[in-house]
């Protein structure tokens, strides 16, 4: 399976300026993309007799090459790799969209999920070093994997600089074979059919006051200048630090239980449709439930393990994990679950992990 890798860049005043160059060249062919293929689509819908093709990646590099290129000599300071997969991700940015799996592609902006791939000549050499195209070789902080690859993308946040790339790795033979049921809740985290309770770290809650704070402050800064500059950054490295605090929660739950159970089950939560009660919106985000099913999945994959996702309809919550009845009602405020058939009593949370746990024989 492939496995993903990311670290962050040491970095010398050059080599800054060079990626965000790269960074620029990338997001200009993205634009330079959308733009065009929006224009063809609207021709095609008001001149239903006289249709165009819709281009391939290849399509629009050439288009790129002919009549971007020559106008922007700067295009040529970068690696041509680099306009490429800028395209390349375009195109398939509008297969998703036209699938209806995604929305409609949106035109990038400078300074926010700056980012673009190479591909061609980029090897590992030694522990840190890692050399790519027109760039040369950059350090990193910590040791690299010594596997081939042959490409990477280099992405910024805040700043600082990441590299990340994907190589094979073999799947590892799980011994384990207990059975585990998960639940996902806001209360806790994540309440295990064992009686443990993961309690998330809900970063943005705690921050949203200073958050706020800074953004009220920087209400009145003219755009472009110093001190808007310095506000943005600051903002940056504020959110940077509340979404590394919750992947760090995640990772560690997640690794935890692929490594020490053969069966992990949980439920299909529907979080889109949770998303829209805007009282429980923050919250929802705030624990990453999609995130946690994303990093789950792959490491059951890469740990052995199995993962087991129960239908989002199964009455896990309702039913008694004691007499197996299922209760009519069950309103979000009742935290304790009480059977009217046994009599038996038990945390709402706990009660549908026990029940998941029980779909797998």
Not at 61 to 75: D, I, Q
Not at 95 to 120: H, M, Q, W, Y
Not at 306 to 331: A, H, M, Q, Y
């Amino acid at each position: 399976m492939l496995l993903g890798f990311k670290t962050e860049l040491k970095l010398n005043d050059r080599q800054r300026t060079q990626l965000v160059k790269h960074c620029g060249v990338a997001r200009h062919a993205w634009n330079w993309g959308l733009w065009l293929t929006k224009n063809l689509l609207n021709h095609n819908k008001t001149n239903p007799n006289e249709r165009l093709k819709f281009p391939t990646a290849i399509d629009l590099h050439k288009l790129l090459v002919a009549m971007v290129k020559s106008e922007n000599p700067w295009y040529y300071e970068c690696s041509k790799s680099t306009p490429q997969q800028a395209l390349m991700a375009l195109r398939e940015a509008w297969k998703r969209c036209f699938n209806k799996t995604a929305g409609v592609p949106k035109f990038k902006k400078k300074g926010i999920r700056d980012s673009f791939t190479l591909e061609g000549t980029v090897k590992i050499l030694g522990d840190n070093k890692i050399q790519v195209p027109v760039i040369g070789i950059l350090k990193t902080y910590e040791r690299l994997p010594q596997v081939l690859i042959k490409s990477c993308t280099i992405s910024r946040s805040a700043d600082r600089w990441f590299i990340s790339f994907r190589f094979d790795v073999e799947q590892q033979e799980l011994c384990q074979t207990s059975i585990i049921g998960v639940d996902l809740g806001i209360k806790a985290l994540a309440t295990l059919s064992t009686g443990e309770a993961v309690q998330g770290t809900k970063s943005y809650k705690k921050s949203a006051a200073k958050l706020s704070r800074m953004q009220w402050q920087n209400r009145h800064k003219v755009s472009g200048s110093n001190n808007w500059k310095k506000a943005q950054l600051a903002l940056a490295k504020l959110h940077r630090e509340i979404a590394n605090i919750r992947k760090d929660t995640l990772h560690k739950l997640t690794t935890l239980l692929a490594k020490n159970h053969g069966t992990v089950v949980i439920e299909d939560l529907n979080v889109s449709g949770m998303m829209a009660n805007h009282k429980l919106a923050a919250s929802i985000a705030d624990l990453g439930f999609f995130e946690f099913r994303r990093q789950l999945t792959y490491k059951c994959q890469l740990y052995g393990s199995k993962l087991v996702v129960v239908d989002r309809w199964f009455p896990s919550s309702k039913t008694c994990s004691n007499c197996g009845i299922k209760k009519e009602t069950l309103s979000l405020g009742e935290r304790v679950f009480e059977c009217s058939h046994c009599g038996f009593k038990i945390d709402r949370d706990l009660n549908a992990a026990i029940n998941l746990s029980k779909t797998v024989s």
